[in-house]
């Protein structure tokens, strides 16, 4: 066997797919890392640090952690699905020698293929197996070292044990309805209702739970809630879809959700255990809302998504990322938006 690993420096950014342009306008909007010409929209600027490469949407940075602000070192790109945090290259003269390298490291290896895909793919066959399938809403998302690794020739690859995500290549994809969901937005509140129980441990919304949704119109939220079990409130100034108009347990009002405040929901409706809004609204209108029901005491769990209005503003972005007891996160489902999760047991803790 003949197998040459070398230790590299920086780290490797893995794109979400088609989000190459706005994981580079957040390096450098917000770690300050590398530059763009000017143009009027990030689509026509061409980044520039010398430094980095691309291999397929991966982005290795090898100088990123002498180029950004200490403050910001042990924090990780939105727009990246999986950040490479120790990469290190292998050199090897066959598929055996390289599924044997990687499985010296540790047990889980998941690939990000964007070239040489039968070569990866017979390498992957020889590593333990992990669920690299499309998954049935409800599931368990593990949360155990996930390494990532991509072919950037024949013989040599690029590969972190150490990663910023459980799941293969920081994604994950769900069976898709085509049929019942009154819109695609439904695959959002799967994804980041399992991502909430894989960071804070909560349950799903269930039997008995409320959940209150803003701006519900027509209803995908709403969709995923009843089919957990929960009762929601949900508002909007159009109605749902005539399936959930009509169900008992979904109370509709044509109204500003915006305006209406913590006490008349809880009078109204009773108190929640979910809040959620998947609204367009300005982010600035949106923490601001946000705010007031963490200052009312009245919910525990928030899952709203945070819409972009042009060029990103990250020190607003900033301001939603301190609230305590939350993480901010680009979904696998999201477009040219965030989501902020926040969850709190019912200790308080």
């Known amino acids: 066997m003949s197998v040459s690993v070398k230790k590299l420096g920086g780290r490797a950014f893995l794109a979400f797919p088609e989000m190459r342009n706005l994981l580079l306008s957040e390096l450098v909007g917000r770690f300050g890392y590398g530059k763009f010409s000017d143009s009027a929209t990030i689509e026509g600027r061409t980044f520039i640090q010398k430094n980095a490469v691309w291999y397929g949407d991966l982005l290795y940075c090898p100088d990123f952690d002498e180029v950004v602000s200490p403050e910001l070192k042990g924090e990780n790109p939105y727009w990246a699905s999986s950040t490479m945090l120790s990469p290190f290259e292998v050199s090897f003269d066959s598929i055996g020698d390289a599924a044997k390298a990687l499985k010296e490291i540790q047990r889980n290896w998941a690939p990000y293929q964007y070239q040489f895909f039968r070569r990866a793919a017979l390498i992957q066959d020889k590593l333990p197996h992990i669920n690299l399938k499309v ?5 368990e998302i593990p949360n155990t070292p996930m390494g990532l690794y991509t072919l950037v020739g024949e013989k040599k690859m690029i590969a972190s044990a150490e990663t910023t995500s459980p799941l293969p290549a920081g994604r994950i994809q769900f069976e898709e309805d085509h049929e019942n969901p009154p819109s695609r ?5 799967q994804e980041s209702l399992s991502l909430a129980h894989t960071f804070f441990g909560v349950d799903l919304p269930k039997e008995g739970d409320k959940c209150f949704e803003a701006g519900a119109c027509p209803g995908g939220w709403t969709y995923v809630l009843r089919l957990l079990g929960a009762d ?9 879809a005539d399936s959930l108009m009509n ?3 979904v109370k509709f009002l044509a109204h500003d959700a915006f305006t209406l405040t913590p006490d008349y929901i809880e009078e109204n409706f009773g108190k929640l255990d979910w809040l959620f809004s998947d ?3 300005y982010p600035e209108r949106l923490l601001e809302w946000i705010r007031m029901w963490i200052d009312s005491g009245k919910v525990r769990n928030i ?5 972009m209005q042009g060029e990103i ?3 607003l972005i900033g301001e939603f990322a301190s609230i305590p007891d939350s993480r901010i996160v680009h979904l696998n489902y999201n477009k040219h938006e965030l989501t902020i999760v926040r969850c709190r047991c019912p200790c308080g803790a």
């Open 279 to 281: 609204v367009i609204c």
């Open 185 to 189: 937005a439904y695959l959002k509140i």
């Open 313 to 315: 503003d990250w020190k």
């Open 232 to 240: 929601v409130f949900a508002v909007d100034r159009a109605p749902l």
């Open 247 to 249: 169900d008992s347990h």
């Open 135 to 139: 998954r049935k809403f409800p599931c």
């Open 303 to 307: 899952i709203c998504t945070i819409k």
